[in-house]
């Protein structure tokens, strides 16, 4: 199969509803996977298309929240196995349609087998992300019981990085010991606050109402 040992393709079409027959995902994805005949490389490729995403999550508990179609990327390569060392890189995104929410991640590595009964995972991770409808809290009028609650989201712009360190040691064919660490550090910075209104209109704009600089104020560092 000229330069490969093993490739294919695949085209997947996946629909999602929730118990109240709500349709929550709808989506086409196409996948193409490889494995090379002179260096064993290793190649994992996917791109789906949603044009129908509802979370019912987003919100901690509130309405459901729908989003722009969007396009999800996977990647994933790395050279032979077989080898004592060999190195792997992945990469997930999702990008949306409206050009306001996007996540990005990276994750190179490095596995080592050290004699027969060692061995070693070493990674890095990466992720930028921007998101225009991160929840922030929910609000409510004491006074008022019987006024809904508020949920007010915000544009998130988010970096993330960690390290990930994985030693297995293989004491006999059914026993082995393992230490994971995986320490990261994660900054985040949020404006363009918004309370949530029709959240599942078709039309992005009116899923939400972003608050003037005059409906915001501070008090001892809070909003």
């Not at 093993?6 to 490889?34: E, P």
């Not at 609000?139 to 988010?158: L, T």
């Amino acid at each position: 199969m000229g330069p490969f040992r093993a490739a294919g393709i695949t085209l997947t079409q996946r629909n999602v509803w929730n118990y109240g027959g709500k349709s929550m995902d709808n989506n086409l994805a196409v996948r193409f996977r490889s494995l090379t005949i002179k260096r064993r490389i290793e190649m994992d490729l996917k791109e789906a298309f949603s044009w129908n995403t509802v979370d019912s999550r987003m919100l901690r508990g509130g309405y459901d929240l729908r989003y722009n179609p969007n396009f999800t990327h996977t990647f994933s390569m790395n050279s032979d196995r077989a080898k004592r060392v060999f190195l792997k890189v992945d990469y997930d995104g999702k990008h949306f349609l409206d050009g306001e929410t996007r996540y990005n991640q990276i994750r190179p590595s490095l596995t080592f087998r050290i004699g027969n009964h060692i061995h070693l995972v070493t990674q890095f991770n990466y992720a930028w992300n921007k998101d225009n409808l991160q929840y922030v809290a929910t609000v409510s009028d004491a006074q008022q019981a019987d006024v809904p609650e508020s949920y007010i989201m915000g544009r998130m712009r988010q970096e993330t990085y960690g390290f990930t360190f994985r030693l297995q040691g293989n004491i006999t064919p059914d026993l082995s010991i393992q230490y994971y660490g995986s320490p990261f550090t994660s900054v985040a910075q949020y404006d363009r606050f918004k309370y949530a209104t029709n959240t599942l209109a078709s039309n992005y704009s009116d899923r939400f109402q972003e608050f003037t600089p005059d409906e915001i104020n501070s008090t001892d560092g809070n909003l």
